[in-house]
């Protein structure tokens, strides 16, 4: 398998994550905002300050984004394209957020799949404060209890990353039970194991007979799909469409993952990722749903 490395130490944690609840529901991204000022009062009506989410449809002006490059320097693996800021109007198809906070304010982690005014199709990583939404975008949320992503320094990669954290909040004593079953899990996945067979690993050592992913945002190094396509570039950025962790017949745990992804060479690619053959680059956050 795939292996790069970083400029700091491997921690023995290799699957961070936090047991908490979430509530799903849906709302509508204002537009006239950024988007993470439109998420931000979008979950703040429901009650929620964390969240992951599946947004769907309407358009970015003005659109503010970057995809992956190689590192020029030892401080990083990888690193960041300049920033493009697309002419017109940009639309979007889909993407998955990590929304939580960053040195105490709101912040989120954004991958998308978009067209632009001239028709080009792109994905990559969303600004927050500089992409503004100009139509409604359909957002379906998960609002996280107990936990929360938290952006803090990540020595192993030398980035400032997304890591769940415990988060508890006082409920009111007419909460419904439900709010306090743990069956949800903030996660985050450290570079250089499989995405698959981490959540395959997981779900065996917590006794998790399914589950589903919700939102769904990282990077892996290159990739290799189930039709067989190829993605060399080991840069890239990658929102999960789909994904799931079921039993086969023999009881074993297999991974599904669905997903689009940018290479650093603005390559775009999509399909199920083949188990045991694609490891993390920098980072993969999710919610994990037990389902089971």
Do not use: C, F, H
């Given at each position: 398998m795939r292996r790069i490395s970083h400029p700091g130490i491997p921690a023995a944690d290799r699957i961070q994550y936090v047991a908490g609840h979430a509530e799903k529901f849906e709302f509508m991204l204002e537009p006239g905002f950024s988007i993470l000022e439109s998420i931000r009062r979008g979950l703040a009506a429901h009650g929620y300050e964390d969240a992951v989410l599946d947004l769907e449809g309407g358009s970015f002006c003005p659109f503010v984004y970057v995809i992956p490059s190689l590192s020029s320097t030892p401080e990083h693996a990888v690193w960041y394209s300049d920033i493009h800021r697309p002419v017109g109007e940009t639309t979007l198809e889909r993407a998955t957020v990590t929304f939580g906070v960053r040195d105490g304010e709101a912040f989120l982690h954004c991958h998308a799949l978009w067209e632009e005014a001239d028709g080009k199709k792109l994905a990559g990583h969303v600004i927050p404060h500089d992409a503004m939404v100009?139509?409604?975008?359909?957002?379906?949320?998960?609002?996280?209890?107990?936990?929360r992503f938290q952006v803090d320094k990540d020595t192993e990669t030398n980035f400032s990353l997304f890591q769940p954290r415990a988060h508890e909040v006082a409920l009111a004593d007419n909460v419904p039970a439900q709010v306090t079953e743990k069956r949800f899990y903030a996660m985050r996945l450290r570079p250089n194991q499989d995405f698959c067979g981490a959540l395959e690993d997981f779900c065996d050592e917590h006794s998790i007979q399914t589950a589903v992913i919700r939102g769904g945002v990282g990077s892996v190094i290159g990739a290799l799909f189930e039709d067989g396509h190829v993605v060399t570039p080991i840069a890239t950025e990658l929102l999960v469409r789909d994904g799931h962790v079921s039993r086969d017949a023999s009881g074993q745990a297999v991974a599904h993952i669905d997903v689009v992804l940018v290479d650093y060479e603005a390559g775009l690619a999509?399909?199920?990722?083949?188990?045991?053959?694609?490891p993390v680059l920098v980072t993969v956050e999710l919610l994990l749903e037990k389902t089971s």
């Open positions: 100009s139509s409604p975008i359909r957002a379906q949320a998960w609002g996280m209890t107990g936990m999509d399909g199920v990722l083949v188990r045991g053959k694609n």
